[in-house]
């Protein structure tokens, strides 16, 4: 079993797929989930996408997007999570990595960088609402549907309580 198998959890996976080869750039995110204490347990802040034209009518993370030139990963959550829902000084926790792939184009590999948040600054609200059609608390362990498939896996990991340093999806 390879590493990313055990990361993943998903040996069979991993002991069927043929190997790939060729080189490839991958387009690196960050996602902030702000967590909260309500009357249903733990709840999470998430988006209703929509007019994005990636994986629309589903709900995600409250803020998340690329990873821009000369910024790591720690500094694009803090400025998504200020630009998308106007909150900053978060208190962000490293959750998991996670590298995935669609096995399309170039756009498509990516490395993703997953971040909680308990404590912040400012109210959330809907700053970008061109792209996002509603803002909402849920709980953890009773997510909506439907969630974008690759952050359902990562929310799990948060509602179980631990996650790996590095995941894998898609391969």
Do not use: N
């Amino acid at each position: 079993m390879s590493a990313s198998d055990a990361a993943s959890g998903d040996a069979a996976a991993g002991a069927a797929a043929s190997p790939v080869h060729g080189r490839f750039v991958v387009v690196p995110a960050s996602y902030v989930y702000l967590l909260r204490e309500g009357d249903r347990g733990v709840e999470v802040l998430l988006q209703l996408r929509q007019h994005t034209g990636f994986m629309d009518g589903h709900w995600a993370a409250a803020a998340a997007g690329h990873v821009e030139r000369g910024e790591t990963a720690v500094d694009a959550a803090r400025r998504e999570a200020a630009e998308e829902i106007g909150v900053t000084d978060l208190a962000l926790e490293f959750v998991t990595s996670m590298q995935r792939t669609q096995h399309a184009a170039a756009i498509d590999e990516r490395i993703d960088f997953f971040f909680t948040a308990r404590a912040w600054t400012g109210v959330p609200v809907v700053r970008e609402p061109h792209k996002v059609a509603d803002l909402a608390w849920w709980p953890l362990r009773s997510l909506p549907d439907p969630v974008v498939p690759h952050e359902r896996t990562v929310l799990g990991l948060v509602a179980a309580g631990s996650a790996p340093p590095y995941t894998t999806f898609g391969f």
